[in-house]
């Protein structure tokens, strides 16, 4: 599951194998109350295999169902990782494409399957052979699919993918985003960034397939530590599209959790009783310290809290779940994050017209003679400040030989500080740990440029020229 947090958190080795050997003795299904119990689940509830993959189905039907955004014959993109919920996930769908004619999932489906082996420090070897084993288990599973490289998120333009079927060639060309990586200095920053590059690619390539929607694996465990992390990481503002069952910060595509009331407990009972393989890769911490990022730390804290006390999961989940902000959809594009697509938390203006009325009359009130109406004019003599100014935050092209300015480019590029700008406070924190001689990736930059308003055109233009 290429997930939003799924990959980061998901089911580490000793996830799979859960210590606690279910006390089912003598017990009694108390859902059929005639077969042996297999399954406890909350302490208590006791199921037999048949009661609890029956119940596991319904869920996950319900919890389509009942979010009503799903139509029959919708084109859905399904991240997958190989890794526990996204495996059950595919097997769910699989088996409801199996169903009785009335009860039949029809959906189109494309699998995806994001390659971060680079960033993960994985030779092109390793990443082939994690390729083919996802390819198998895809095709086990009834599905095929594509893969596409995580160097991919860093560009504009559509992002290359390739079916599974077919060997991934160019695996060396991801010098790009092992570069970024190398430049974030914390493992907190470094997950948070990975995390939201996914998600960017996961509907960049839903985009390009004609798909509407994004199915993620994040389950209750996974959503209940984004809770956690993402308060800690100053993104609360953000939690109802981070954990909640539909993100809609994309006005196009939406990405749906329907793996989001399964616990890890849940994933593990599933995948037994199914005889369904996963495939291990590790994140960006495995093996790491606990205290090596607020993600690993929360983690920790939050799955150790759940074996004494069996309800913190839920508990954690459900106050999750009754959090939430007025309007949440993406209405202005100058008003959300140049990186996360989520609502600016920290601008509180009316932009867009109203700014563009107000810079009209400032100028109509200022005359020719005024500061802006001067400066518009005074631009005209060099065509390389207008350039700049369209290319803020290039940092590449120092020298100015086209006309007398001499200095347009570098003064504009200074302005490159103002990049924060357009990110929320969560994404700002992952660039303030980024090495200052490391250019900002180009999707980042294009996406600013397609923020800027008059507002800030203006504060350029009399910047460079007082
Ligand atoms: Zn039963
Ligand atoms: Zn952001």
């Known amino acids: 599951m290429c997930s939003v947090n799924d990959a980061e958190f998901e089911t580490d080795d000793e996830l799979m194998q859960p210590d606690e050997v279910p006390q089912t003795e003598g017990a009694i299904c108390k859902k059929c109350n005639e077969n042996n119990a297999e399954v406890v689940l909350r302490v208590k509830d006791t199921y037999c295999s048949t009661c ?7 869920k996950f039907r319900a919890t389509i169902g009942k979010s009503k955004l799903v139509r029959p014959t919708d084109s859905i993109l399904i991240g997958h990782s190989g890794k526990a919920g996204s495996t059950v996930l595919l097997h769910l769908i699989k088996g409801g494409m199996s169903e009785a004619v009335h009860k039949r999932l029809m959906y189109k489906t494309a699998v995806l399957y994001v390659d971060d082996g680079a960033v993960l420090g ?4 390793q990443r082939k052979s994690t390729i083919s084993a996802i390819r198998e288990q895809v095709h086990g599973l009834g599905f095929t699919g594509y893969a596409v490289s995580l160097n991919e998120s860093l560009h504009s333009s559509e992002p290359k993918i390739y079916p599974l079927e077919e060997e ?14 190398n430049a974030v200095s914390s493992y907190t920053s470094k997950e948070e960034l990975l995390h939201k590059l996914r998600q960017k690619l996961l509907i960049s390539v839903a985009r390009s397939l004609g798909c509407c929607k994004v199915f993620t694996a994040d389950g209750a465990t996974d959503l209940a530590i984004t809770i956690l992390s993402n308060i800690a990481l100053g993104r609360g503002a953000q939690l109802p599209l981070d954990v909640g069952f539909v993100d809609s910060r994309e006005l196009d595509i939406r990405i749906l959790r329907p793996m989001r009331d399964f616990t890890r407990k849940e994933l593990i009972y599933y995948l037994n009783f199914h005889k369904l393989e996963t495939i291990q890769t590790p994140g960006l911490t495995t093996k790491k310290e606990p205290y090596t990022s607020i993600q ?7 799955t150790e809290l759940n074996t004494e006390f069996s309800g913190t999961v839920s508990a954690i989940f459900r106050t999750g779940e009754k959090l939430s902000i007025g309007n949440l959809e993406a209405s202005n594009l100058i008003e959300t994050c140049a990186l996360c697509r989520a609502q600016l938390d920290t601008v509180f203006t009316d932009t867009s017209s109203l700014q563009a009325t107000e810079f009209s009359k400032l100028i109509s009130a200022e005359g020719p003679k005024g500061k802006i109406g001067k400066a518009a004019f005074e631009l005209k003599k060099f065509p390389c400040v207008i350039d700049a100014a369209e290319n803020v935050l290039l940092r590449d092209s120092k020298n100015c030989d086209n006309c007398s300015c ?3 480019k570098e003064k504009f590029e200074m302005s490159a500080k103002n990049f924060e700008k357009y990110l929320c406070y ?3 924190l992952i ?5 200052k001689q490391h250019s900002i990736p180009n999707f980042l930059q294009n996406s600013v440029r397609q923020r800027i308003s008059l507002d800030d055109m203006r504060e350029e233009i009399a910047d460079f020229l007082l």
């Not at 991934?168 to 990586?181: P, T």
């Not at 690993?296 to 939050?302: A, M």
């Open 296 to 302: 690993k730390l929360t983690e920790k804290f939050v």
């Open 406 to 408: 001499s200095k347009g």
């Open 122 to 125: 994985q030779t092109v070897d």
């Open 52 to 58: 609890f993959l029956a119940a596991s189905t319904h």
């Open 168 to 181: 991934a060639e160019d695996l060396k060309g991801d010098s790009d985003v092992v570069d970024l990586f």
């Open 431 to 435: 660039f303030k740990d980024l090495d």
């Open 426 to 428: 969560g994404c700002r």
